[in-house]
């Protein structure tokens, strides 16, 4: 398959990882002590973040940075981490749940779910252009970003706030109709194989994704993701409404001038499952019955993701409610009462994510405060070629590099996807770093260590 085909079916941007949530303080050879810093660099989504804080004990504290590619990125990232943090009397455990695989997800979303989504932009937007020097809060903190980024992400919660409104005339006035650019990257991807596209989403699933250990990846969903963009479909509703969090621009050349079009320019082949579907400690979740899987990625989705709040809420400090009338809270079906201030939202006892600039990962090797601060540092593969020789600055001495490996990239072939692993051991050799040899084999994550000289 052409280099080009290959770029298409994964996209230009990360919505979503191409691997499992992982603990970070549990990669490596030690566990650190005190305040841990972490460094996230094109991660895509929270699911590392979310993982990190459930497996931390109850004295350790944590500080996650986070660097991405595009402010688009940035700003999903704030939605998904409002949306985990919003507190259980304000919206149910299961009706967060839900809403939250729909919004990381889907490409259509409920009227219900937009509805949340507007009122969370509303409140994103004003914590990026009122708060100057201190965070409005640790797990939404902003402040380092320069004042052009905020500039953006501003831009793009009004758009998700209010779709039909246009800041510039560059801008299209109408809504995205995500249905036509979903099919749009279908067509683009398949080519002249289009109309026999089950066969080929068959093929992706059985031959590629199932041979990969994801056998809980069920057909009739991924077809559906493939065709429409629909991976959760948990409860009765129409998906119909275009999920702005995932729409982006993307520059064209068109007759010697360059031309933005929005759209939705992810990935199309791999699926948002990946994140928190295929993997899961309940190993009840992963029985099988006559060679088949009898939950799917999407229950085991559910199930992670729900288990994942329930860790946010044991951090929780000064909570409102009792445990055990947080427990026995059922959804709230009336939006108006789901309108959560950014002050309102959890604040989790010693954990703070704080966003950077898009082109700071060159620049903290200069500067003081990063001389050897983080204890991990993690590339996304789309990143992997960013770890070089400076990076050793600004790694703890027992630092603990983990860079995420092309199994999930199905475009590419085995000798492509074996490539790029020994292209990531020699990036991390060449920086400094030192392949940490104690750990288990695993094809989804490659672990370094700092070299000792």
């Not at 990232?77 to 939250?100: H, R």
């Not at 026999?196 to 069920?218: A, Q």
């Amino acid at each position: 398959m052409s280099a080009g085909r290959t770029s298409e079916g994964a996209g230009c941007i990360t919505w979503w990882g191409y691997s499992p949530a992982l603990d970070l303080l549990s990669t490596g050879p030690v566990r650190h002590d005190g305040e841990v810093n972490i460094l996230l660099v094109g991660s895509g989504d929270p699911r590392h973040i979310l993982k990190t804080i459930a497996g931390l004990r109850n004295e350790e504290s944590l500080h996650m940075w986070v660097i991405e590619n595009s402010m688009e990125v940035v700003a999903r990232q704030l939605l998904l981490l409002y949306l985990a943090l919003i507190p259980q009397e304000s919206m149910g455990l299961n009706e967060k749940t839900e809403v939250y695989l729909e919004v990381f997800g889907n490409s259509e979303i409920r009227s219900q779910t937009e509805e949340i989504l507007r009122r969370a932009a509303s409140q994103l937007s004003l914590s990026v252009t009122e708060t100057l020097e201190m965070a409005t809060h640790p797990c939404l903190n902003t402040t380092l970003l320069k004042f052009k980024e905020r500039d953006e992400l501003a831009r793009i919660f009004k758009l998700w706030n209010n779709p039909q409104s246009s800041s510039s005339s560059s801008e299209r006035s109408v809504p995205i109709l995500m249905s036509k650019a979903w099919d749009y990257r279908v067509r683009q991807h398949l080519g002249a194989r289009y109309d026999s596209k089950k066969g080929c989403f068959d093929w992706d699933l059985t031959m590629k994704l199932h041979e990969k250990g994801c056998g809980v990846i069920n057909k009739q969903h991924y077809v559906q993701w493939r065709e429409r963009g629909l991976a959760f479909e948990m409860r009765e509703g129409v998906y119909q409404v275009t999920n702005p969090s995932l729409l982006s621009l993307r520059v064209f050349s068109q007759r010697g001038n360059k031309v933005a079009v929005t759209g939705y320019w992810g990935d199309i082949v791999s699926s948002p499952y990946l994140s928190f579907g295929i993997e899961t400690e309940d190993k009840s979740l992963m029985k099988t019955q006559n060679g088949q899987h009898i939950k799917t990625a999407q229950d085991i989705s559910f199930a992670n993701v729900q288990a994942l709040f329930q860790s946010l809420s044991s951090r929780r400090g000064c909570p409102s409610t009792s445990q055990s009338d947080a427990e026995g809270e059922e959804p709230f079906t009336q939006i108006d009462q789901i309108s959560v201030n950014i002050n309102d939202l959890m604040h989790l006892n010693g954990i703070s994510v704080t966003f950077l600039p898009l082109d700071s990962l060159y620049k903290l090797p200069e500067k003081q405060k990063y001389f050897q601060f983080f204890n991990t540092i993690y590339f996304s593969t789309s990143c992997v070629h960013q770890l070089g020789p400076t990076m050793r600055q600004i790694a703890a001495p027992d630092a603990v590099v983990v860079m995420e490996l092309a199994k999930y990239i199905l475009d590419l072939n085995k000798e492509q996807e074996a490539g790029f692993a020994k292209k990531a051991v020699s990036i991390a050799v060449e920086a400094g770093f030192e392949p940490w040899r104690e750990g288990k084999s695993d094809d989804v994550h490659a672990v370094f260590i700092r070299q000792k000289k």
